[in-house]
């Protein structure tokens, strides 16, 4: 059974310090993993993905992730936060079967000036 | 590359109406999926086209439905239209089937069911 887990529903960090996004999945086979960015009314954004290459993934804006097979996490995380970060972020699974993915619950993202 | 076009950005229905959203995949994407968002369920999965066929269906009453043209452009349609409907409505396609290619999304259909 596939699932995505993200760890955090609000996160609130200051602008210029570190952003720290968490989310554990549970595949039967080996995942393509997703991140994704949702600004208030608007669709989703890819911002990096991790598709069996490099475990270390560098997406747009600053963010970048790292896959750990063994702890099934795909944390997306970023040096210094700006305040154009606030947002939703998802994190995505694709158990490569298909064309089926399965999407985290989301986590907000709050930058204070 | 033009990105995933949605049509039309706002809806406001009545109860047991019904409507039908559209959808514009990326110049050469294949595949289409639909999604609903609400705060409640968060992003929920309703089906998956490529090639003019149903690939895969999420959990959705009959009342939801869908298809796909041959230039890949693709359609929605709720009938009977119930208040828990109200969501934003998101497409995304991709360029073939399969896990690795990733999903881009149109800014959705935000519809209002009074």
């Known amino acids: 059974a596939q699932s995505v887990t993200q760890l955090d529903s609000h996160v609130s960090v200051s602008e210029g310090t570190p952003v720290l996004l968490r989310c554990n999945y549970s595949s039967s086979y080996s995942p393509s993993l997703f991140w994704y960015v949702q600004h208030p009314n608007k669709g989703l954004q890819l911002l990096l993905k991790?598709?069996?290459?490099?475990?270390l993934v560098k997406g747009i804006n600053g963010f970048e992730a790292e896959f750990k097979k063994s702890e099934t996490s795909f944390h997306l995380t970023k040096p210094s936060a700006h305040m154009s970060d606030a947002a939703e972020y998802f994190c995505v699974v694709n158990p490569n079967t298909g064309n089926q993915f399965y999407f985290g619950t989301g986590t907000s993202l709050t930058v204070i000036p | 590359k033009a990105g995933v076009t949605q049509t039309p950005r706002y809806l406001i229905k009545t109860r047991g109406q019904q409507v039908t959203l559209s959808c514009s995949p990326i110049s050469g994407h294949r595949s289409v999926s639909w999604y609903q968002q609400t705060p409640g369920q968060g992003l929920q999965f309703l089906f998956e086209y490529f090639s003019e066929t149903q690939r895969n269906k999420g959990n959705f009453p009959g009342r939801f439905s869908g298809r796909q043209f041959s230039n890949s452009r693709s359609e929605m349609n709720v009938s009977t239209l119930e208040l828990g409907d109200s969501a934003l409505y998101l497409c995304a396609s991709s360029s073939r089937q399969g896990g690795t290619a990733p999903l881009h999304f149109g800014n959705g259909t935000r519809l209002t069911v009074t």
């Open positions: 991790y598709t069996s290459a490099a475990t």
